[in-house]
């Protein structure tokens, strides 16, 4: 089993510019989420899903965008990169999706995304 | 609020002496609390959770509901235990359940020195 599988692993990005990370489980699990990573500030949660066809808003989704059409994939979008928005973003994914205690998250290997 | 406070940014301390990272929450209902660790160039897993009462790789943490801590210890600190350290607290809402999603302290980075 690959788990959780992030791409790309680095991404430059330019002001305005739009782009999609990638995210796929093949763990068949309901839950997933992402988090950005920036120093000093831990991780916060973007958007999360318990289950194909529903999203829901974390505590930083401002300029982020989820879909969730099938269970194994979970793209985050950026519509329009702002430098605010550099940051290591991981994705994550647990097979309960109503508690973090039975079944806890597994995380991607990350992807670091620079806007300049 | 849910909120975790790890008050500590950098601990440092030398092979063999005991350490304890900081984590204080704030929440209020029933909380279920974890610590997470990264190691250099590995993803982001699972240590321990404190409704197992376990020790995973010599660590520990209770929880204290009167002074709303879950602290991580361990008596004797090895080098391989150099790493980033997250204390997380799960959130519920009652959508008909909880969502348990996690809420993450700023994160402790644990220096072991020779």
């Given at each position: 089993n690959a788990g959780v599988t992030q791409t790309p692993k680095f991404q430059v990005l330019k002001t305005g510019q739009s782009m999609t990370l990638q995210c796929a489980q093949?763990?068949?699990?309901?839950y997933m989420s992402w988090y950005r990573q920036d120093p000093g500030m831990g991780l916060r949660l973007i958007h999360y899903s318990v289950g194909a066809g529903i999203t829901d808003q974390g505590e930083v989704p401002n300029g982020y965008n989820v879909s969730r059409s099938t269970t194994e994939d979970f793209p985050l979008r950026l519509l329009s990169a702002a430098p605010s928005q550099t940051s290591v973003y991981f994705c994550a994914s647990s097979s309960d999706r109503v508690s973090r205690y039975n079944s806890p998250l597994h995380f991607g290997n990350g992807t670091r995304l620079t806007v300049t | 609020a849910q909120r975790v406070t790890q008050p500590e940014k950098l601990l440092s301390v030398f092979k063999g002496a005991p350490v304890e990272l900081k984590c204080n929450y704030s929440y209020s209902g029933s909380p279920e609390l974890f610590w997470y660790v990264q190691y250099s160039r590995q993803r982001l897993q699972l240590?321990?959770?404190?409704?197992?009462?376990e020790s995973i790789k010599g660590f520990t943490a209770d929880l204290n509901k009167g002074e709303t801590s879950f602290h991580l210890k361990k008596p004797f600190a090895q080098e391989e235990d150099s790493a980033m350290y997250y204390c997380a607290l799960s959130e519920q809402r009652n959508y008909g359940g909880s969502q348990g999603n996690l809420i993450f302290g700023k994160g402790t980075k644990l220096s072991v020195k020779p």
């Open positions: 093949d763990m068949n699990h309901e | 240590l321990l959770r404190h409704i197992s009462r």
